[in-house]
């Protein structure tokens, strides 16, 4: 064989290698979406609508071809804003990556359309919806304007600033030393009594109530100065 073949057979063969180790590697597009697909079910029933990106994954990173590579979340994070997937391969040849992505989660919130001050009761006039990257903004953020109604605000808030379900409390349905009206129902019956609230509760919160003859009790506060109590 003269010197010109043996160089083309070099060349086929170092070609073929190529191709076969090419071929033999985890393909960076299957990486990907086996992370987008992983975040996108894990962040199904998010309230709005979600976006998925993945980072960029190194191209001269080689890892083995695998059949069934399995996603998964670094323990403590959650598919919510800027996160980390794990992706693994337990055969034939075991190995372990980490991937940066992000979710987006377009929806609506609640922000004060006023400044509010501490203490006083939120209004409808008194919010406006506004719309964003739910992922960007504080934790508790209310998304609908039937939780912040009535309510007050833990601290004074200014105008366009979200509101945080953390940072609100309801007003009282029942008031500590106010006359309240003990209720219980069952299978067949119903009765009711007086007693005193001895705390302020909100409604569904417990409330402890001292009756007539003195006996303490514990019950569910309800609008309309009502404990429903269970006998």
Not at 66 to 77: N, V
Not at 98 to 106: D, M, P, R, S
């Amino acid at each position: 064989m003269n010197r010109a073949a043996k160089k083309s057979l070099l060349f086929a063969i170092a070609a073929f290698a190529a191709g076969t180790a090419q071929a033999d590697a985890m393909n960076p597009a299957a990486l990907r979406q086996t992370v987008e697909q992983f975040l996108q079910v894990q962040s199904a029933g998010l309230p709005g609508k979600v976006t998925v990106t993945v980072g960029n994954i190194d191209a001269r990173m080689k890892l083995a071809a695998c059949p069934a590579p399995e996603a998964f979340l670094m323990p403590g994070s959650k598919a919510w804003g800027k996160t980390t997937v794990g992706v693994r391969c337990a055969a034939p040849t075991p190995w372990t990556v980490y991937i940066q992505a992000n979710v987006g989660v377009l929806g609506n919130y609640i922000a004060a359309a006023t400044p509010l001050s501490q203490g006083q009761a939120i209004t409808e006039g008194q919010l406006v919806t506004m719309q964003g990257d739910l992922a960007t903004l504080p934790a508790s953020i209310a998304t609908d304007k039937a939780q912040v109604l009535g309510r007050t605000s833990n601290v004074s808030i200014s105008a366009g600033t979200p509101l945080r379900l953390d940072a609100l409390r309801s007003q009282p349905v029942v008031k500590n030393g106010e006359k309240v009206r003990l209720v219980s129902s069952g299978n067949g019956f119903s009765v009711s009594s007086e007693g005193k609230a001895v705390a302020n509760a909100a409604d569904g919160q417990v409330v402890q109530v001292r009756t007539a003859a003195g006996q303490a009790v514990s019950g569910i506060a309800r609008a309309g100065g009502l404990v429903e109590v269970a006998f």
